[in-house]
């Protein structure tokens, strides 16, 4: 039972342009989302985080979007680089500093 | 501020055998977290410590998975026997009370 769903295992988009990353959850308890970005060979990265009495929130190139009634979110990078390549992770949790489950990530390609 | 610790960063073992891995996390942080990332896959969570407590261990394989975090500091995962569904990346993390998680490189683990 996938609690949360990245559907899209794939991205690429020109250097420049908007990257829109999506991510789906089932369970209705979770009130903590978080966004990871992993080079290969490393452990991943905190991005962003949003708490689910947020709609939205913003961090330079970085926004995440959260929908609770569609239990939907979204990473938006606004312009995006070459170095944003690498695998994106939404993770959530019930409350922030409990355990967190993870999307399967979706690889993003910036191509120049 | 240095970030989370972890060693060995490549195992490779013969089924059977026992394996253990090392974490440090990041100075202050309470909480310490193992996760199990199956290629393909996002990472999901084995076990969680708070100081040197056991918060969450429901996906921890007890007959053979074993960690311990003496003195609320340092941590180690042990595997013994391995079989060879283990092969996988073993992530270390930690976090300050309510702040988002941080990740080692993780130790890659090999089962032959």
């Known amino acids: 039972d996938q609690q949360v769903k990245q559907n899209s295992p794939s991205l690429s988009v020109q250097e420049g342009r908007i990257s829109i990353l999506n991510c789906d959850y089932t369970?209705?308890?979770?009130?903590?989302f978080l966004w990871y970005k992993k080079y290969p060979a490393e452990g991943p990265t905190f991005l962003i985080s949003?708490?689910?009495?947020?709609d939205k929130n913003e961090d330079g190139r970085f926004t995440v979007f959260l929908n609770k009634s569609a239990k939907h979110l979204s990473l938006h990078i606004v312009p995006s680089q070459p170095g944003d390549s690498a695998v994106y992770f939404c993770?959530?949790?019930?409350?922030?500093?409990?355990?967190?489950?993870f999307g399967g990530g979706t690889r993003l390609m910036v191509k120049p | 501020e240095a970030g989370v610790a972890q060693s060995p960063r490549y195992k490779i073992i013969e089924k059977r055998q026992s394996v253990a891995f090392w974490c440090n996390p990041i100075?202050?942080?309470?909480?310490l977290y193992w996760y199990q990332q199956i290629l393909g896959q996002g990472p999901k969570l084995l076990i969680q410590?708070?100081?040197?407590?056991?918060?969450?261990d429901s996906q921890l394989p007890k007959d053979r998975f074993s960690a311990e975090r003496l003195k609320g500091v340092d941590s180690t995962l042990k595997i013994q026997p391995a079989k060879l569904e283990d092969s996988a990346v073993y992530l270390c993390?930690?976090?300050?009370?309510?702040?988002?998680?941080?990740f080692g490189d993780g130790t890659r683990l090999s089962i032959l």
């Open positions: 993390a930690s976090s300050p009370r309510g702040g988002a998680q941080h």
């Open positions: 369970n209705s308890m979770f009130d903590y």
């Open positions: 949003i708490s689910s009495i947020k």
């Open positions: 993770a959530a949790s019930v409350d922030a500093g409990n355990m967190l489950t």
């Open positions: 100075s202050g942080h309470a909480t």
């Open positions: 410590f708070q100081n040197n407590g056991v918060v969450d």
